[in-house]
């Protein structure tokens, strides 16, 4: 077993060279906390290695400076050093592009996270059709003269029918984007692939957003885009 004093001679010339930068003993004690070398142990690695010629150090005063030794270490030509310089410069160049692709990439997602899904638009539009057809039903019985009711209650129904139609015309659309977001690049057919996730059109099930907005009254009527 090798001694103890010879493996913190190691620890300590290994840390000096791979700092390869002036360091003084208590710089070297602090860094190397985690092998739980004292710092006079430290002090001492540190004496042995410059005496053995390991590393050489200078005396300022009471204080003595440590330095890897410079001739162990090959030191680039000019050549050398100006294709370091422009690799440098195209790994940086590469960075900035892939930061840019980040970025990027982060924004999409940011965006598709802020719309809603596929599951979640059926959802609504399930829920809407229902409240579409349940009003059409109370709207016509009231044209009808089958219920009476008050100018008030009648504005209340008309504003909620009105509601619920500019709700189907806006996630209609909603859904149109998202699907064509999805299906733009598929190699699939679409019809297909619709059947394949239960996507029903309205005219699937005999329905027309335009056939219901007929119904609205004169005064909720928005003009087609």
Known sequence: MAPKSDSSEGIVLNFVNE?????????????????????????????????SGKITFKEYG???????????FQIPNTEELNQMKEENARLQELLDEQKKSNSQLDGEIKSLQSNLTLDEIQAKDVKLRQQVKELEERLTKLREGVTLVSPEERKIVEKTFSDSISNWR????????????????SPKNLNEFK???????????????Q????????????ARG
Not at 211 to 222: E, N, Q, S
Request: aromatic share 8%.
């Open 170 to 185: 806006k996630r209609k659309r909603m859904f149109k984007d998202v699907w064509d977001t999805i299906t733009e690049n």
């Open 19 to 51: 700092q390869n930068r002036p360091l003084n003993s208590q710089v070297v004690a602090d860094f190397l906390q985690k092998f739980n070398l004292k710092k006079t142990a430290v002090q001492k690695a540190l004496d042995n290695l410059a005496e």
């Open 62 to 72: 009471k204080q003595k400076i440590y330095l890897a030794r410079q001739d162990q």
């Open 195 to 209: 059947e394949e996730v239960g996507i029903e059109y309205d005219e699937d099930i005999g329905v027309s957003l």
């Open 211 to 222: 056939t219901y907005a007929t119904l609205m009254p004169h005064g909720h009527k928005r």
